[in-house]
Structure formats: structure tokens, C-alpha cells
């Protein structure tokens, strides 16, 4: 039986989803260590994680982060990536090839959203809880420029107290507290696989206090959201930026 812990807990949003220029410059990023001992179901989950990006022209940025499939043309990605933007809206795969989106579900309370994205044909993944042990984070990393698969731990399952995306509200989340050697920048919205190939959550962020600590938005509290938008297509407000 999973045993939850009540614990309030400091995100640090702003360096999950990443301001990058207007016209970043490409870099291409090494293979992850141990990329070629991964498990076949992990790697087979690539095709499913895209790059999210748009611009936000009201905050001057250009954004980006990670989302993936969890039923087909739908992708799920954390509302603090997509909050604000109103251009440009799309999410590319990791062959390079993008495509346009909108937003049909946005909760920033939760932090999470749903994209919509009609010529998408990546097969989806599946969404199911999962007890502490090994994961992967299958993500865009900030200074990358192909999708990188990151091996983690879920250590433990909290009932934490923290803000809104937009610092305003105190909001009580199930959350995955994980330990990594790098909790790297870009990571919001990355799928959390753990071994069989399921999503057991998605990362939020990392931790203010502990460079090697992040947290993920566990399956369960975001399980209702997507499947209310799973066949939405009219456009919702990205409402404005994050900090």
C-alpha cells in the first residue's frame, strides 16, 4: 500500500520550461550514458515525446518544453510551459518534423495541459500509477537538440502543499519525489516511464534547495483532466505568462 506524506514543497518552475532567443542556435546533444543498455520499452516510447514551443509575444518570450501522446492527435504538458503563448504554437518530434497546435484543456492549478494537435500520427502511451523504483524522464533538455532519455528513481509519493503556476494559491497535489544525477532545465512536461513503458507522472520541477531532486505531477492527478479533453478540439486561453 503506497503511503503518501503531507509536505509542503518549493518548485522551481522557471527552470523547467526555458526562455530561449527567438532563433536559438542548433546544438545537438551526446547520447545519454547507458542509452544503449536501455530497456526496448523505453526506447520504444520516444516516437511518443514531443518538444512543445510558441511564442508569448505579451512576456517577450519564446517558449519550450516537453509534452507527450496519451490518446492520438492529444498531447499533455505542464500549463506553465504553454501559459501565455498565443503564437506560433506547435510541437515537433524527434525526427525534427513539427507541427501546429492548440490548447483545449489548461489547468494552472494543477499545471497541467492538453494540446490538440490534428496531423500528429505518434502512437500514444499509457497512463497508469506505479509504485517508487526506477523511471526514465524522456525529454528536451535546455542546449539539446534531440530528445534525451534520463534514468531516475521515484522515491517516495507526498501529498505537497505548493503555489499555482502563477504564485497566487495554495494548491494540495499527489506528487513523485525523485532523485537524479541531473535535474536539468527543460525537463517540464517530460513523460515519467517506468519499466513495462507506462507513465507513471509528469515532470514539473526541480527542487529549490537540492540540485538533484525533482518532482513529477503523479498519474493520478492529472489522469481526470486528460481524459475530459480527450477528444477536445475548440481552443481554451493560455491565460498569461508564468514566472
Excluded at 37 to 60: D, H, N, W, Y
Aim: charged share 20%; glycine share 8%; proline share 9%.
Amino acid at each position: 500500500m503506497t503511503r503518501w506524506l503531507c509536505l509542503p514543497i518549493l518548485l522551481v518552475l522557471g527552470g523547467c520550461s526555458i526562455t530561449i532567443p527567438s532563433s536559438p542556435p542548433p546544438i545537438r546533444a551526446s547520447a545519454p550514458a547507458g542509452a544503449a543498455t536501455l530497456p526496448p520499452e523505453i526506447v520504444s516510447k520516444k516516437q511518443s515525446v514531443v518538444r512543445v514551443s510558441g511564442r508569448a509575444p505579451a512576456c517577450f518570450k519564446r517558449i519550450e518544453g516537453t509534452g507527450f501522446v496519451y490518446v492520438p492527435q492529444r498531447v499533455v504538458t505542464a500549463a506553465h510551459v504553454v501559459a501565455g503563448i498565443t503564437r506560433s504554437l506547435s510541437v515537433t518530434t524527434d525526427d525534427g518534423e513539427a507541427f501546429p497546435a492548440r490548447v483545449v484543456a489548461f489547468d494552472p492549478s494543477v499545471d497541467v495541459a492538453v494540446l490538440y494537435v490534428p496531423d500528429l500520427s505518434a502512437p500514444p502511451l499509457i497512463i497508469a500509477d506505479a509504485p517508487p523504483g526506477n523511471a526514465y524522464a524522456l525529454a528536451y533538455p535546455k542546449g539539446t537538440g534531440r530528445e534525451v532519455v534520463q534514468q531516475m528513481k521515484i522515491e517516495r509519493h507526498i501529498l505537497a502543499s505548493s503555489l499555482d503556476i502563477y504564485e497566487k494559491r495554495k494548491v494540495d497535489r499527489n506528487i513523485l519525489e525523485l532523485s537524479s544525477a541531473d535535474i536539468a532545465p527543460g525537463l517540464s512536461g517530460a513523460p515519467l516511464v517506468v519499466p513495462g513503458g507506462k507513465v507513471a507522472g509528469m515532470f514539473l520541477a526541480g527542487s529549490r534547495d537540492a540540485p538533484n531532486r525533482g518532482y513529477a505531477l503523479a498519474a493520478e492527478e492529472f489522469k481526470t483532466i486528460v481524459i475530459d479533453a480527450w477528444d477536445a478540439t475548440r481552443p481554451v486561453s493560455t491565460q498569461r505568462c508564468s514566472k
